[in-house]
């Protein structure tokens, strides 16, 4: 090899093994406890922060067609809370796992609350119509929502329990057997 290649190769070396640290303590900062994947106990005792046992921070979000809903409304229903967007990939692959739970868990007091972060509400109307979903989407127009619940990546989602307990929290895309077991526990607690 010569000096100038053996350089480069160096050269991308260095720049790979960076960015594979940025990208592991990116990982660990940007999310409440540094893992992807369901998460049954938070590290950070920060209160606006959602945090596994504590309440759900409170919202109020509206549909595309103006509807206005508040989480605090929903006491007494264990509530899905994922936040998306139509650009999405795996937020759009986890949908019809969702919507599937919604039909099935909805009339013993399940309920879905998808919201959708900065988009167009015509569009997000229109890829709910589309697709067939049947749970409420919510317009989180300036990300404000998305912030207090400290979403760096997409889709993720926080179960919360009748009493309004943040329960789990799940980074990263669900598989319909993450979405029913989640579902089937909190409904069968009181």
């Known amino acids: 090899?010569?000096?100038?290649?053996?350089?480069?190769w160096n050269m991308l070396m260095l720049i790979v093994l960076v960015s594979g640290l940025v990208f592991i303590w990116m990982s660990r900062v940007g999310s409440t406890t540094g893992v992807r994947g369901p998460q049954q106990n938070a590290g950070l005792d920060q209160p606006a922060a959602p945090v596994v046992g504590r309440i759900a921070p409170a919202f109020s979000?509206?549909?595309?067609?103006?509807?206005?809903?508040q989480l605090a409304e929903l006491r007494g229903q264990v509530v899905l809370i994922n936040v998306w967007a139509t650009w999405c990939p795996p937020?759009?692959?986890?949908?019809?796992?969702?919507?599937?739970?919604?039909?099935?868990?909805?009339?013993?007091?399940?309920?879905?609350?998808?919201?959708?972060?900065?988009?167009d509400p015509a569009k997000v109307a229109a890829y709910m119509q589309a697709t067939g979903l049947s749970f409420p989407a919510l317009l989180d127009h300036d990300a404000a929502v998305a912030n207090r619940y400290q979403v760096r990546a997409m889709p993720s989602s926080f179960f919360v329990d009748r009493r309004g307990v943040i329960r789990i929290i799940y980074r990263g895309p669900m598989s319909q057997q993450v979405i029913t077991g989640a579902v089937e526990q909190l409904l069968a607690e009181p």
């Open 1 to 8: 090899m010569t000096t100038t290649n053996q350089r480069n």
């Open 61 to 69: 979000l509206s549909t595309p067609d103006g509807r206005v809903v």
């Open 91 to 119: 937020c759009r692959a986890e949908m019809p796992a969702i919507e599937a739970a919604y039909s099935r868990y909805g009339p013993e007091g399940f309920t879905v609350l998808a919201v959708n972060v900065a988009e």
